[in-house]
């Protein structure tokens, strides 16, 4: 079992920027697909940015340019730097690490873009 622990939400302006943390409690991240989702009120959560075992990454078009997604496998961390925030960026961001079957959750951090 892995726990996937999310951080760095919270309220920004507009035209700012965040990085989210996602701490797995084992090494696995080099074995693994990681990625970030997001899911806003009455919406269907949604990919943000993917990165591969092999280091190459995708995003969303609306993401791209705005978002990077990158790892540390020495310190069992995710990252996700968001560039540029809008309004409709806001959310609850998940953290999400596949190896093998398995898929695990972060429980989310709310990220609020509001003047």
């Known amino acids: 079992q892995v726990q996937l622990v999310e951080s760095g939400g919270g309220l920004v302006q507009p035209g700012g920027s965040l990085r989210l943390s996602c701490a797995a409690s084992?090494?696995?991240?080099?074995?693994?697909?990681v990625a970030w989702y997001r899911q806003a009120p009455g919406k269907q959560r949604e990919l943000v940015a993917i990165?591969?075992?092999?280091?190459?990454?995708n995003y969303p078009d609306s993401m791209k340019g705005r978002f990077t997604i990158s790892k540390d496998n020495a310190k069992n961390t995710v990252y996700l730097q968001m560039n540029s925030l809008k309004p409709e960026d806001t959310a609850v961001y998940y953290c999400?690490?596949?190896?093998?079957?398995?898929?695990?959750w972060g429980q989310g951090t709310q990220v609020t873009v509001s003047s």
């Open positions: 084992r090494r696995i991240l080099s074995i693994s697909t």
């Open positions: 990165m591969l075992i092999g280091g190459s990454t």
């Open positions: 999400n690490v596949r190896t093998g079957s398995n898929s695990y």
